[in-house]
């Protein structure tokens, strides 16, 4: 009984060993975290990057010793310790470990040269939250914050705060909607009728001889949108208004280049829920402006999503043609064994790589031909010589082809011997057989290396920084002018977007909670591509599955 009773243990832990039993919690273990940690990075994006969009109260903060007067929000709040203060050079009066800093967004930066100030706490009055403070959102310079004082036209003042702040405000918001319907022709104008017009006379004059009177018709056709555009650049001028600043100076600045104004202090949630709304709306649907560090995010996605597309459509008739070739045609030998070794040593390449081989063969060597081929009359000026989003698509179809390889070959592999044998036995060739038989059954196999192939394609950027990708693309490569897809054009690319925003924007604290946005929207958006070809496989699977079973 003593024996036993001391072997027991030893023979439960290797039995529980044979049983696999601490691997299978092992792996559950694994599993739960990384879902934890996938889950805590989102929870950290959505914080971080959606709360960028809620409009924050505007605060009058006042120095103690200076006297100096600041209109600003406060955007952060930070511990430090009093040591690092003094080693700075700080001399701070008082006693404790630690002193609170506060990371204030005043705006203003045509005027003070920054957005953002770090400022100690115990350096601070009291701050005050006046109801009239003004926030301005503009094309230009940032956000201006400071209090209305009028609104004029052709230099008359037609409102005044001194006699009446609410009528002055109402008055601003009816000029100011005035002013976006002149900014939305004129960018209607400048990127429709003229940017048309200047593509068919360039169509022209590649032509040459014989259309010189649509020549001319063109040449008055441009002229009269010219003459349209300056009239709306003048309406656009006549409409200013005048701010006073939290220090007392008086600016008198062209509501056209306002985006937006609100008072914040005196929004209530609904005004702010509404508010969040159009941001958000406006993140995802408009253009970037100051350096991409204000505005939306829409031609990155736009890009993202095309250059997705694009490559799939490219990366899976040949991932699939070599698979089957590899698996069903070739003679199963030592130089079969090669290029399998080479296909799967080429998913190791670092992607950089395949940027420089983009460069060289797609952009410089096919693109350079078909300029020489097709476009001479544009030479020296490359058309297709040049980094583009055909180039960029084609880059990334061969750095994610062996993933479409290795998953389609697995899938065939698993299909029974007996289901070709069946079909070759009741008189079907072996084309029909891979055709209407092999094909469809592998088909849930081709969209698990399509999915693979996007996940990893729509998170690089360092190939397409050589091959098309560009900081900011002022038109995207779809438009109403024949062929309609540009392939030759450069494009922007959400990686790209926060790559630049991130670690290229001269104002990083404004880029920080974009980069976090934008990073939360790159995650969604390939989520959903993943999504749908997770959905179509499943049929697919569904479809076959008897098939296989048998």
Same mark, same amino acid.
Request: glycine letters at 8%.
């Given at each position: 009984?003593?024996?036993?009773?001391?072997?027991?243990? *030893?023979? *439960?832990?290797?039995?529980?060993?044979?049983?696999?039993?601490?691997?299978?919690?092992?792996?559950?273990?694994?599993?739960?975290?990384?879902?934890?940690?996938?889950?805590?990075?989102?929870?950290?994006?959505a914080w971080q990057g959606l709360g960028y969009f809620w409009?924050?109260?505007?605060?009058?903060?006042?120095?103690?010793?200076?006297?100096?007067?600041?209109?600003?929000?406060?955007?952060?709040?930070?511990? &430090?310790?009093?040591?690092?203060?003094?080693?700075?050079?700080?001399?701070?009066?008082?006693?404790?470990?630690?002193?609170?800093?506060?990371?204030?967004?005043?705006?203003?930066?045509?005027?003070?040269?920054?957005?953002?100030?770090?400022?100690?706490?115990?350096?601070?009055?009291?701050?005050?939250?006046?109801?009239?403070?003004?926030?301005?959102?503009?094309?230009?310079?940032?956000?201006?914050?400071?209090?209305?004082?009028? &609104?004029?036209?052709?230099?008359?003042?037609?409102?005044?705060?001194?006699?009446? /702040?609410?009528?002055?405000?109402?008055?601003?918001?009816?000029?100011?909607?005035?002013?976006?319907?002149?900014?939305?022709?004129?960018?209607?104008?400048?990127?429709?009728?003229? %940017? /048309?017009?200047?593509?068919?006379?360039?169509?022209?004059? =590649?032509?040459?001889?014989?259309?010189?009177?649509?020549?001319?018709?063109?040449? *008055?056709?441009?002229?009269?949108?010219? =003459?349209?555009?300056?009239?709306?650049?003048?309406?656009?001028? %006549?409409?200013?208004?005048?701010?006073?600043?939290?220090?007392?100076?008086?600016?008198?600045?062209?509501?056209?280049?306002?985006?937006?104004?609100?008072?914040?202090?005196?929004?209530?949630? &609904?005004?702010?829920?509404?508010?969040?709304? $159009?941001?958000?709306?406006?993140?995802?649907?408009?253009?970037?402006?100051?350096?991409?560090?204000?505005?939306?995010?829409?031609?990155?996605?736009?890009?993202? $999503?095309? @250059?997705?597309?694009?490559?799939?459509?490219?990366?899976?008739?040949? *991932?699939?043609?070599?698979?089957?070739?590899?698996?069903?045609?070739?003679?199963?030998? =030592?130089?079969?064994?090669?290029?399998?070794?080479?296909?799967?040593?080429?998913?190791? $390449?670092?992607?950089?790589?395949?940027?420089?081989?983009?460069?060289?063969?797609?952009?410089?060597? @096919?693109?350079?031909?078909?300029?020489?081929?097709?476009?001479?009359?544009?030479?020296?000026?490359?058309?297709?010589?040049?980094?583009?989003? @055909?180039?960029?698509?084609?880059?990334?179809?061969?750095?994610?082809?062996?993933?479409?390889?290795?998953?389609?070959?697995?899938?065939?592999? %698993?299909?029974?011997?007996?289901?070709?044998?069946?079909?070759?036995?009741?008189?079907?060739?072996?084309?029909?057989?891979?055709? =209407?038989?092999?094909?469809?059954?592998?088909?849930?196999? @081709?969209?698990?290396?399509?999915?693979?192939? &996007?996940?990893?394609?729509?998170?690089?950027?360092?190939?397409?920084?050589?091959?098309?990708?560009?900081?900011?693309?002022?038109?995207?490569? $779809?438009?109403?002018?024949?062929?309609?897809?540009h392939l030759e054009q450069k494009f922007m690319h959400l990686?790209?977007?926060?790559?630049?925003?991130?670690?290229?924007?001269?104002?990083?604290?404004?880029?920080?909670?974009?980069?976090?946005?934008?990073?939360?929207?790159?995650?969604?958006?390939?989520?959903?591509?993943?999504?749908?070809?997770?959905?179509?496989?499943?049929?697919?699977?569904?479809?076959?599955?008897?098939?296989?079973?048998?």
């Amino acid at each position: 009984m003593r024996s036993q009773t001391v072997n027991a243990p *030893g023979r *439960g832990v290797s039995h529980l060993l044979r049983r696999g039993e601490p691997l299978v919690w092992l792996n559950a273990a694994a599993v739960s975290f990384s879902i934890l940690a996938v889950l805590g990075l989102l929870v950290l994006l959505a914080w971080q990057g959606l709360g960028y969009f809620w409009p924050h109260a505007l605060s009058l903060y006042q120095l103690k010793e200076s006297g100096e007067i600041v209109l600003a929000e406060q955007v952060a709040v930070q511990q &430090v310790p009093r040591e690092q203060l003094l080693a700075a050079g700080y001399e701070i009066p008082g006693s404790g470990p630690q002193l609170e800093r506060l990371l204030l967004k005043r705006g203003n930066r045509d005027v003070t040269g920054t957005d953002f100030v770090w400022v100690l706490r115990n350096e601070l009055m009291a701050p005050t939250a006046p109801p009239g403070a003004v926030r301005v959102e503009r094309e230009e310079w940032g956000n201006l914050y400071g209090f209305l004082e009028a &609104v004029l036209e052709d230099d008359v003042v037609v409102a005044s705060a001194k006699d009446s /702040a609410a009528a002055t405000w109402e008055r601003f918001q009816t000029q100011l909607e005035r002013a976006r319907r002149v900014r939305s022709d004129i960018r209607d104008l400048e990127r429709g009728e003229l %940017r /048309a017009t200047s593509q068919a006379l360039e169509q022209l004059r =590649r032509r040459g001889r014989g259309a010189a009177a649509e020549a001319i018709e063109l040449e *008055g056709a441009y002229e009269r949108a010219l =003459r349209r555009l300056t009239a709306l650049y003048s309406e656009s001028a %006549r409409h200013r208004y005048q701010i006073r600043l939290a220090d007392g100076q008086q600016l008198v600045l062209p509501l056209g280049q306002v985006v937006r104004a609100i008072q914040p202090n005196q929004m209530d949630v &609904v005004d702010k829920l509404n508010y969040y709304r $159009v941001r958000l709306w406006e993140f995802l649907s408009a253009e970037p402006r100051e350096a991409n560090t204000e505005g939306g995010v829409y031609p990155a996605i736009f890009g993202t $999503v095309l @250059m997705v597309v694009l490559m799939s459509i490219i990366v899976t008739p040949f *991932g699939v043609l070599a698979a089957v070739f590899l698996h069903e045609v070739a003679e199963q030998g =030592r130089l079969t064994r090669v290029f399998r070794a080479a296909v799967n040593n080429l998913a190791g $390449v670092p992607s950089i790589v395949y940027g420089i081989f983009g460069l060289g063969f797609f952009v410089y060597g @096919m693109g350079g031909e078909i300029d020489r081929l097709f476009y001479k009359d544009a030479l020296p000026s490359p058309t297709y010589g040049t980094p583009g989003i @055909m180039w960029a698509s084609l880059t990334l179809a061969l750095l994610t082809l062996p993933v479409v390889i290795v998953a389609t070959e697995e899938g065939l592999a %698993r299909i029974p011997r007996a289901v070709r044998e069946g079909s070759l036995a009741l008189g079907a060739t072996r084309a029909e057989t891979l055709w =209407r038989v092999v094909l469809p059954m592998a088909s849930p196999a @081709m969209m698990t290396g399509v999915i693979l192939a &996007v996940a990893r394609a729509a998170g690089e950027v360092a190939p397409l920084m050589l091959v098309g990708v560009v900081k900011l693309a002022p038109t995207l490569p $779809v438009d109403g002018v024949f062929p309609y897809l540009h392939l030759e054009q450069k494009f922007m690319h959400l990686g790209f977007h926060i790559y630049d925003v991130g670690f290229q924007s001269p104002n990083i604290e404004a880029a920080r909670p974009l980069v976090y946005a934008t990073a939360l929207l790159l995650v969604v958006i390939i989520a959903l591509l993943n999504f749908a070809a997770v959905t179509l496989r499943n049929r697919l699977r569904e479809r076959y599955a008897s098939l296989e079973a048998g």
